[in-house]
Each structure stands twice: as structure tokens, then as C-alpha cells.
């Protein structure tokens, strides 16, 4: 492989644009913004082209729906075949209900952990093995709900247990979905939050994939989960405080961290510290 290679997902607008864009400065490579909608994507593309001379000849566009399977197994497949490696991978791909949408909560939870959580883990099942050595793994993640607004503690125990798997964590999530369905969660100890339930759910396999990569120390691969704070995008209503570009700097830094690096390794980061996220 001669090229090096970062993927952001869900990079047509937002914070995800605002990643691309950064990465263009300092990132030696090719960058593929990848979005759900061709057309939109190469929209985004050509108004990067246009505004960063940077991206002119570093930015591309793949098609990639998190939510199925063909199209991240088209994205695994165009990867390996073209440049057979993978150097940063930000999975920045998300959905969130609006707070005054009606479509029944229990279908909310399901649709936004399929999307947040689910679909993130199958990017990362197809993606994780063309992971070259010293590469960087960035889950954007949220600090809107953080562990502790879980009330059951062995729920909350279950998820940061040493032994903990990715399978044990989709299961808690797959019981929070089916809990929302009866409209029983909240009496469960879970948060009503569809959002926020996917995202502890993805903070924390987060760590147990850092747990994994450290079984080949040698090889230096490094994951983090990250909040980029509370930002002036879409998802947001646009009531956010922070501009897509202030949201981008938590999540490039992390691409960024020097070689064998000690720390952040498997942490919940925000504005460029390690947040506590565990009880």
C-alpha cells in the first residue's frame, strides 16, 4: 500500500463535513467522505474541492449506508482491492430523533440503535481487519447521556465488566429495545433517551475493541470514543452552541496521537482531555 487511507462516515454535512475538512490540512493521504445519498455526497465533495485546496487531491467519495450490510461490504471490498489498508477510520454516522417527532418510542429506539450502534459495529466488523498498524479509530460518541443515567446498576456493571464483549453489550442494548417496545424501560433502570442509550452502548465498545487491539500491542492501534460537544448542526435543530468546525477538533486530535501512544487508549474523550465516564 502506498496511499494511506481515512474514512469518515455520514461526511456530507455537519460535523462529518467539518472532519473531512480538517483532515485535508493534516492528513498525508487519500480521505473518502462517505454519506447514505450519492448525490448529496458528491455534492459535498465538489464544495470541498472548491473551498480547500487541500482536497482537491485528497478527497473521494464512496457510497456507504451504515444500516446495510451490501453497501458496507462494497466499501470493505473497494478498500482492501484499491489500496488493501486503512489508517483512520471515524465513525461519525448517526441519527437522533427530534424531541416532538410521534413515531412510538420503542420504534425510535430501535431505528436509532440499528443506525448509532449497530450499524457503527458492523463498519468496524468489515473495516477493523484492513486496519494497518498505528491506525486510529474515532466513535463519535455523546455526553448527553453518560453511564450513570442508567439507575440499574448491574445493567451498568454488565457494560463495563472486565469480561464484557461486544455480543454482551448488543444484548443490553437489543433488552433496552425490546423494554421500550412494552414501554417498561425507564421502569428497568434504562434512560428514556433512544439516543443516549445507543451512544453508552457505543462508548462502551469502545473499550472492550481497545481491549482487543491491545492483545497485539505491537501492531499500535488505537480507539477512542469522543463527544464533540453540543453543536450548531441538524441533528441539533441548529440550537447548538458550537460551530461543526469546533465539534471536528476533538475527533481529528484523536486521528493525530503520536505513535505507541500511552493515553487516550479505549477512553471517553471531550475537548481533547479524558472525560470520566464510568461510575
Same mark, same amino acid.
Given at each position: 500500500?502506498?496511499?494511506?487511507? /481515512?474514512?469518515?462516515? *455520514?461526511?456530507?454535512?455537519?460535523?462529518?463535513?467539518?472532519? $473531512?475538512?480538517?483532515?485535508?490540512?493534516?492528513? @498525508? *493521504?487519500?480521505?473518502? =467522505?462517505?454519506?447514505? #445519498?450519492?448525490?448529496?455526497?458528491?455534492?459535498?465533495?465538489?464544495?470541498?474541492?472548491?473551498?480547500?485546496? #487541500?482536497?482537491?487531491?485528497?478527497?473521494?467519495?464512496?457510497?456507504?449506508?451504515?444500516?446495510?450490510?451490501?453497501?458496507?461490504?462494497?466499501? +470493505?471490498?473497494?478498500?482492501?482491492?484499491?489500496?488493501?489498508?486503512? &489508517?483512520?477510520?471515524?465513525?461519525?454516522?448517526?441519527?437522533?430523533?427530534?424531541?416532538?417527532?410521534?413515531? %412510538?418510542?420503542? #420504534?425510535?429506539?430501535?431505528?436509532?440503535?440499528?443506525?448509532?450502534?449497530? !450499524?457503527?459495529?458492523?463498519?468496524?466488523?468489515? =473495516?477493523?481487519?484492513?486496519?494497518?498498524?498505528?491506525?486510529?479509530? $474515532?466513535?463519535?460518541?455523546?455526553?448527553?447521556?453518560?453511564?450513570?443515567?442508567?439507575? &440499574?446498576?448491574?445493567?451498568?456493571?454488565?457494560?463495563?465488566? %472486565?469480561?464484557?464483549?461486544?455480543?454482551?453489550?448488543?444484548?443490553?442494548?437489543?433488552?433496552?429495545?425490546?423494554? +421500550?417496545?412494552?414501554?417498561?424501560?425507564?421502569?428497568?433502570?434504562?434512560?428514556?433517551? /433512544?439516543? !443516549?442509550?445507543?451512544?453508552?452502548?457505543?462508548?462502551?465498545?469502545?473499550?472492550?475493541?481497545?481491549?482487543?487491539? @491491545? @492483545?497485539? %500491542?505491537?501492531?499500535?492501534?488505537?480507539? &477512542?470514543?469522543?463527544? %464533540?460537544?453540543?453543536? &450548531?448542526?441538524?441533528?441539533?435543530?441548529?440550537?447548538?452552541?458550537?460551530?461543526?468546525?469546533? !465539534?471536528?477538533?476533538?475527533?481529528?486530535?484523536?486521528?493525530?496521537?503520536?505513535?505507541?501512544?500511552?493515553?487516550?487508549? !479505549?477512553?471517553?474523550? /471531550?475537548?481533547?482531555?479524558?472525560?470520566?465516564?464510568?461510575?
Amino acid at each position: 500500500m502506498t496511499d494511506k487511507v /481515512a474514512i469518515v462516515t *455520514g461526511g456530507n454535512k455537519g460535523i462529518g463535513y467539518a472532519i $473531512v475538512d480538517k483532515l485535508c490540512s493534516i492528513f @498525508d *493521504g487519500i480521505i473518502y =467522505l462517505t454519506a447514505r #445519498d450519492e448525490e448529496l455526497g458528491l455534492k459535498a465533495v465538489q464544495q470541498l474541492q472548491e473551498s480547500n485546496s #487541500d482536497a482537491k487531491n485528497k478527497v473521494k467519495f464512496h457510497q456507504l449506508d451504515i444500516t446495510n450490510v451490501e453497501s458496507i461490504r462494497r466499501l +470493505a471490498d473497494y478498500i482492501k482491492k484499491t489500496h488493501n489498508g486503512l &489508517n483512520i477510520l471515524i465513525n461519525n454516522a448517526a441519527i437522533a430523533f427530534k424531541a416532538n417527532d410521534v413515531t %412510538p418510542f420503542g #420504534d425510535q429506539a430501535e431505528i436509532t440503535a440499528q443506525t448509532n450502534f449497530f !450499524g457503527t459495529i458492523n463498519v468496524c466488523n468489515a =473495516l477493523f481487519p484492513l486496519l494497518q498498524d498505528h491506525a486510529r479509530v $474515532v466513535n463519535i460518541s455523546s455526553r448527553y447521556k453518560m453511564l450513570d443515567s442508567i439507575k &440499574n446498576a448491574e445493567i451498568r456493571q454488565n457494560l463495563i465488566a %472486565p469480561d464484557a464483549t461486544i455480543e454482551s453489550v448488543s444484548d443490553i442494548l437489543s433488552d433496552f429495545i425490546k423494554k +421500550a417496545k412494552q414501554n417498561s424501560h425507564e421502569d428497568d433502570g434504562y434512560p428514556a433517551s /433512544a439516543y !443516549g442509550m445507543s451512544k453508552i452502548a457505543l462508548t462502551a465498545a469502545t473499550i472492550i475493541q481497545q481491549r482487543i487491539f @491491545d @492483545d497485539k %500491542p505491537h501492531r499500535d492501534i488505537v480507539v &477512542n470514543a469522543c463527544c %464533540p460537544g453540543y453543536i &450548531n448542526t441538524d441533528m441539533t435543530s441548529n440550537k447548538g452552541t458550537g460551530t461543526p468546525e469546533q !465539534g471536528a477538533d476533538t475527533p481529528v486530535y484523536l486521528t493525530t496521537l503520536e505513535p505507541n501512544v500511552k493515553s487516550p487508549r !479505549g477512553e471517553f474523550v /471531550a475537548e481533547r482531555k479524558i472525560v470520566k465516564w464510568k461510575c
